[in-house]
């Protein structure tokens, strides 16, 4: 059962913004919206050091779920240009004071990724009430949602993947070498990308769901590069039609593409 605490809701302090301000290039940035950390319900130990961190829009909701030092979440109501704090969901229990490292959303589901090693995921249309809950020992780096499966890369190149029907892990691959950087699920087919500190990146397809349940059913490589002298910092799937991929490496001007056909 979900905790209580991941319903609790909270208003921002009277030096917070609850809509956007104009810039004065309206034409470069037509919208931007201020939001003050600082909160008479909750508190940063080090305000000046205070940031957010994982951003994901929950189309379930019309929310936009934001990341914090400390492991709080805020939801944003956002309906045309009129942005408010809709709830804050505090991190879990036993997960106090982390910081978010990342956010997915899929469908109801939204999946918040710890630095303390923690997987949360909740049902946006039931209050953000948990819907899973699993702690690791190292970084939880990453994570992609899609409307049957959270795909979460850990500091240590473990990748774990996690069925939404059963509400239990389905596999655990060692998938990289180095660090899980990054994490995109493909918005139509049943794959999702992975980059690692390791200067890979690979492409795994899902079991479909006639199959998932055999016992022979895995998750398999697609494909994947090692790009020599670079390092892997971002991967996104084009979302042009296609299975074209995006992904970018450290310090590097260029983005490279890899066509799908």
């Given at each position: 059962s979900s905790s209580s605490s991941h319903s609790s809701s909270s208003s921002p302090s009277s030096s917070s913004s609850s809509s956007p301000s104009s810039s004065s290039s309206a034409a470069a940035m037509p919208c931007i919206f201020v939001f003050d950390l600082s909160s008479a319900d909750i508190s940063y130990p080090d305000p000046d050091a205070a940031f957010v961190r994982g951003i994901a829009a929950c189309p379930a909701t019309d929310h936009i779920c934001v990341g914090t030092s400390n492991g709080n979440i805020f939801a944003f109501s956002v309906?045309?240009?009129s942005i408010e704090l809709a709830r804050t969901m505090p991190p879990h229990g036993t997960d106090k004071g982390a910081c978010t490292s990342s956010i997915d959303a899929s469908g109801d589901y939204v999946a918040v990724?710890?630095?303390?090693?923690?997987?949360?995921?909740?049902?946006a249309t039931e209050a953000y009430d948990e819907v899973m809950f699993f702690s690791f020992s190292a970084p939880c780096t990453c994570v992609a949602a899609s409307p049957d499966f959270v795909v979460a890369g850990y500091a240590t190149g473990m990748l774990r993947v996690l069925r939404l029907d059963t509400r239990a892990i389905y596999a655990e691959i060692g998938g990289h070498s180095r660090c899980v950087m990054a994490l995109d699920m493909h918005p139509e087919m049943r794959r999702f990308a992975s980059v690692g500190l390791d200067s890979v990146i690979t492409v795994w397809d899902l079991p479909s769901p006639a199959h998932i349940d055999e016992e022979e059913a895995e998750v398999r490589v697609a494909f994947t590069d090692l790009a020599r002298d670079a390092t892997f910092v971002g991967v996104q799937f084009s979302r042009n039609g296609t299975a074209d991929l995006i992904a970018t490496c450290y310090d590097?001007?260029?983005?490279?593409?890899?066509?799908?056909?």
């Open positions: 309906a045309g240009e990724a710890s630095d303390s090693g923690s997987l949360l995921v909740m049902n590097q001007r260029q983005v490279r593409a890899y066509p799908s056909t």
